[in-house]
């Protein structure tokens, strides 16, 4: 979320701005309509409010005095309905104008070149050379489907479309690549190995931009979940209800606490597009030590998205999947160290490819083409010999205060002493499926073995092929 100073005091030249980099328009006319009469009401609000502490401290001294109240009483009781319609507007408002300031994307860094999309955006560099092969070159799809290793028609059966099974040796590669990576940013690069939540709430989504924007990326869990009593009195006490949940004994009734986990409305929980939106959203609502700054952690897990804007790309094979594994990496910076941060992220993940010996390339993508948390954001793309192309399979951003500002997410300044925005920033460490297809393609030979690159044959038991 943008800084809302500029929402309120510059929105001309913000829209200006958000139309020119991200071609996103900014209704200016409607956010200005909705500040003026909150500032109208919040005044006419809190006007109400003093009189209603003044006319409550009169009322005190007069009963102390054993005085009559009733006038003073009619005077609270005509202008108290005028207050609570004036809180009631005032919210739903606020409530407006925040929906706005969700659905805004972040601002561009200044180093990012302008573009409208992935023409737009600017190679840095290449690393490797692309192998020449002495015969016919097969896709991962092919080289899978005749060995059994991957099975797209019983993940149909069982899922639908876009789901794979892997079996045999090629689900073990599959396995050792995500364990390299996870060891390599561990031992090496000094990222903490967290295991989190596949399943997250709407608020943690809300934190890293996913809602409400995206929503329709995302995979609800729109079931019921078990709950027991004591979680129904908590959801109650969160949300300052009352309930009464025994019998005339005292004891609970098991009727009562039926009836009302029934009538409880809980927010859906989200499977996790990525690692990303847990791992961040950590550091919610927290204020941290600057000495726990850098804050860098990873994660393996799966992954689930929707791919609602993707139709009829990549439906063949393993490349664009409902169900995928990636290792992210996630960092909560200090805001001077971010830009630093960000090229050290990308960094380790450019060691996972280069330690596998995959050819890829380094982009930088120009404000058209970025996410939408993001303000800056580099693409490593990885050679695939069957499509004589390269494909993206890391994406290393820095969001800067923008997911932060939603979280809440501060550290305390030393110089200062007080509370500041942190700088959040992500990264893929990289995708495990994209990783598997580059090292079938890459390392593929002529009877359809493969290869296992040297620096995997540890978590293979020693074997230097699968066939």
Same mark, same amino acid.
């Given at each position: 979320?943008?800084?809302?100073?500029?929402?309120?005091?510059?929105?001309?030249?913000?829209?200006?701005?958000?139309?020119?980099?991200?071609?996103?328009?900014?209704?200016?006319?409607?956010?200005?309509?909705?500040?003026?009469?909150?500032?109208?009401?919040?005044?006419?609000?809190?006007?109400?409010?003093?009189?209603?502490?003044?006319?409550?401290?009169?009322?005190?001294?007069?009963?102390?005095?054993?005085?009559?109240?009733?006038?003073?009483?009619?005077?609270?009781?005509?202008?108290?309905?005028?207050?609570?319609?004036?809180?009631?507007?005032?919210?739903?408002?606020?409530?407006?104008?925040?929906?706005?300031?969700?659905?805004?994307?972040?601002?561009?860094?200044?180093?990012?070149?302008?573009?409208?999309?992935?023409?737009?955006?600017?190679?840095?560099?290449?690393?490797?050379?692309?192998?020449?092969?002495?015969?016919?070159?097969?896709?991962?799809?092919?080289?899978?489907?005749?060995?059994?290793?991957?099975?797209?028609?019983?993940?149909?059966?069982?899922?639908?479309?876009?789901?794979?099974?892997?079996?045999?040796?090629?689900?073990?590669?599959?396995?050792?690549?995500?364990?390299?990576?996870?060891?390599?940013?561990?031992?090496?690069?000094?990222?903490?190995?967290?295991?989190?939540?596949?399943?997250?709430?709407?608020?943690?989504?809300?934190?890293?931009?996913?809602?409400?924007?995206?929503?329709?990326?995302?995979?609800?869990?729109?079931?019921?979940?078990?709950?027991?009593?004591?979680?129904?009195?908590?959801?109650?006490?969160?949300?300052?209800? !009352? *309930?009464?949940?025994?019998? +005339?004994?005292? /004891?609970?009734?098991?009727?009562?606490?039926? &009836? %009302?986990?029934?009538? @409880?409305?809980?927010?859906?929980?989200?499977?996790?597009?990525?690692?990303?939106?847990?791992?961040?959203?950590?550091?919610?609502?927290?204020?941290?030590?600057?000495?726990?700054?850098?804050?860098?952690?990873?994660?393996?897990?799966?992954?689930?998205?929707?791919?609602?804007?993707?139709?009829?790309?990549?439906?063949?094979?393993?490349?664009?999947?409902?169900?995928?594994?990636?290792?992210?990496?996630? !960092? *909560?910076?200090?805001?001077? +160290?971010?830009? /630093?941060?960000?090229?050290?992220?990308?960094? &380790? %993940?450019?060691?996972? @490819?280069?330690?596998?010996?995959?050819?890829?390339?380094?982009?930088?993508?120009?404000?058209?083409?970025?996410?939408?948390?993001?303000?800056?954001?580099?693409?490593?793309?990885?050679?695939?010999?069957?499509?004589?192309?390269?494909?993206?399979?890391?994406?290393?951003?820095?969001?800067?205060?923008?997911?932060?500002?939603?979280?809440?997410?501060?550290?305390?300044?030393?110089?200062?002493?007080?509370?500041?925005?942190?700088?959040?920033?992500?990264?893929?460490?990289?995708?495990?499926?994209?990783?598997?297809? %580059?090292?079938?393609?890459?390392?593929?030979?002529?009877?359809?073995?493969?290869?296992?690159?040297?620096?995997?044959?540890?978590?293979?038991?020693?074997?230097?092929?699968?066939?």
């Amino acid at each position: 979320m943008l800084d809302p100073v500029l929402l309120r005091n510059q929105p001309d030249v913000l829209a200006a701005r958000l139309k020119e980099t991200r071609g996103y328009d900014l209704d200016v006319a409607v956010l200005q309509q909705w500040e003026s009469e909150r500032k109208q009401l919040q005044v006419r609000t809190q006007e109400l409010q003093n009189l209603r502490n003044t006319k409550s401290k009169q009322i005190g001294m007069l009963k102390a005095k054993g005085e009559d109240v009733s006038a003073v009483m009619a005077e609270v009781a005509g202008f108290g309905d005028e207050l609570k319609a004036s809180e009631t507007r005032l919210d739903e408002i606020k409530q407006a104008i925040e929906a706005i300031a969700a659905g805004i994307p972040n601002l561009p860094h200044e180093s990012v070149p302008p573009g409208e999309d992935e023409a737009g955006n600017v190679e840095q560099h290449r690393w490797g050379t692309p192998r020449v092969f002495d015969f016919e070159v097969k896709d991962h799809v092919e080289l899978g489907e005749r060995n059994g290793w991957l099975d797209g028609e019983t993940a149909a059966k069982l899922s639908g479309a876009r789901f794979t099974v892997l079996r045999g040796q090629l689900a073990r590669l599959h396995r050792a690549l995500a364990q390299f990576m996870l060891d390599l940013h561990t031992d090496t690069h000094g990222y903490e190995e967290t295991n989190v939540p596949l399943l997250v709430n709407a608020e943690s989504m809300r934190g890293t931009g996913q809602l409400p924007k995206f929503e329709e990326d995302l995979f609800a869990a729109t079931g019921s979940f078990e709950l027991t009593t004591r979680d129904l009195i908590l959801n109650f006490v969160a949300n300052n209800r !009352t *309930i009464d949940l025994k019998d +005339e004994n005292g /004891a609970f009734d098991s009727e009562k606490i039926s &009836c %009302a986990i029934r009538n @409880l409305k809980l927010e859906p929980r989200f499977l996790i597009p990525t690692s990303e939106v847990p791992l961040t959203n950590i550091v919610r609502d927290e204020i941290l030590d600057a000495e726990r700054l850098p804050l860098r952690m990873t994660a393996h897990s799966m992954c689930f998205r929707a791919e609602a804007g993707s139709a009829g790309r990549d439906t063949r094979g393993f490349i664009r999947q409902h169900q995928f594994e990636k290792v992210e990496l996630v !960092t *909560i910076a200090k805001p001077e +160290e971010s830009d /630093a941060e960000h090229e050290r992220m990308t960094r &380790c %993940a450019e060691t996972v @490819l280069e330690k596998l010996g995959l050819p890829y390339r380094k982009v930088l993508l120009c404000t058209g083409d970025m996410g939408f948390s993001a303000q800056k954001t580099y693409d490593l793309e990885v050679w695939l010999p069957a499509q004589n192309t390269y494909r993206e399979i890391s994406s290393c951003s820095n969001c800067g205060d923008f997911q932060a500002r939603r979280m809440q997410a501060r550290w305390r300044n030393p110089a200062t002493g007080k509370p500041e925005l942190v700088h959040t920033l992500n990264g893929s460490g990289v995708a495990v499926g994209r990783a598997l297809i %580059a090292v079938m393609e890459n390392y593929q030979n002529a009877d359809g073995s493969i290869t296992v690159p040297e620096v995997l044959r540890g978590y293979m038991g020693g074997l230097d092929k699968i066939a």
